[in-house]
Structure formats: structure tokens, C-alpha cells
């Protein structure tokens, strides 16, 4: 479980394993969250939008660690997939709740209880940083988590 979990842009990988130590700040544009599983969640989201199983997702290296400090103990930066980052850019409120209620149903298989309030903030605020790299060559959306 991540205690916090920052999702900001950044301008490609190198850019972004250089914050593993101490997260983004205020150098980039970032979402602070906390108090899930964010490269389980990752996984997950992208199993909902793609129709891809967990296990064929974690095999595909999804999400790709780009940075990680102190032997995987530490915080961590992950590439947030293309695949996921422009299924979340595209999806309009609608397609954004229903991708938070298939994720909540997952998460309670696994006797985990998350509010549909929080869900639809974190999605709507990753499509939104989605959105926003617009055609901006090079930039993904990557998640810090310690």
C-alpha cells in the first residue's frame, strides 16, 4: 500500500527518474493522492480500458518502473502505459465513472472499500493531466509513489 501517490507529467523518462528521491514537487504539474496500491491500480485500470488480463499485463511489463530507490524499497516512478493514458484522455465523464465502478467492484473482491467520490477525482484528474499533453512530443503522465 502507498501511502502517497503523486501523478504528474514530464517531458520523458529521464526527466521524470530524477524526482524518484523526493517527488515531483512543484516542478511539474502533479495530482497528490494517497493510500492505495498505485502500480496494482495501474494494472488494474488498464485491465478495465483494454480488456487485458492482470497477469498478461504484469507479463507486458506494465506499468514500466522508470526510477526506483533503495532496492525497491523506497519510492518508486512509474510510466503510466500510453494505451492507458490515452484511453483516460479520450474518456468523456460517463466512460471515466464506469471504468471507477468496475475498479471499485475489483477492489472490494479483494475486500477493499473505496468511495466512489475519491475514485471519480483520481480519474478525472489523471484524464485531465491526460488531456493536457495535448501533442506535446515526448510527454507522459508517470506516477511517484513511496
Known amino acids: 500500500m502507498s501511502t502517497i501517490v503523486e501523478f504528474f507529467v514530464a517531458p520523458g523518462h ?4 530524477a524526482v524518484v528521491a523526493g517527488g515531483p514537487g512543484r ?7 494517497g493510500n492505495f496500491d498505485a502500480e496494482e491500480a495501474l494494472i488494474e485500470w488498464e485491465g478495465i480500458v483494454t480488456g487485458r488480463s492482470f497477469g498478461e499485463l504484469v507479463d507486458a511489463g506494465v506499468p514500466e518502473a522508470v526510477a526506483e530507490a533503495g532496492d525497491w524499497e523506497g519510492p518508486v516512478v512509474l510510466a503510466v502505459s500510453r494505451a492507458l493514458q490515452d484511453a483516460l ?3 468523456d465523464a460517463s466512460r471515466l465513472a464506469e ?3 468496475a475498479w471499485i467492484r ?9 468511495d466512489h467520490e475519491i475514485v471519480t477525482e483520481i480519474l478525472g ?13 515526448g510527454y507522459r503522465v508517470y506516477c511517484w509513489t513511496a
Not at 529521464?14 to 527518474?17: D, I, N, S
Not at 475489483?106 to 473505496?114: I, N, P, Q, S, Y
Not at 484528474?125 to 512530443?137: C, N, S, T, V
Open 14 to 17: 529521464e526527466t521524470a527518474a
Open 27 to 33: 516542478a511539474f504539474e502533479s495530482l497528490e493522492y
Open 89 to 91: 484522455a479520450a474518456a
Open 99 to 101: 471504468i471507477g465502478e
Open 106 to 114: 475489483e477492489r472490494a473482491a479483494d475486500g477493499e472499500v473505496f
Open 125 to 137: 484528474g489523471l484524464a485531465r493531466l491526460a488531456r493536457g499533453i495535448g501533442g506535446r512530443d
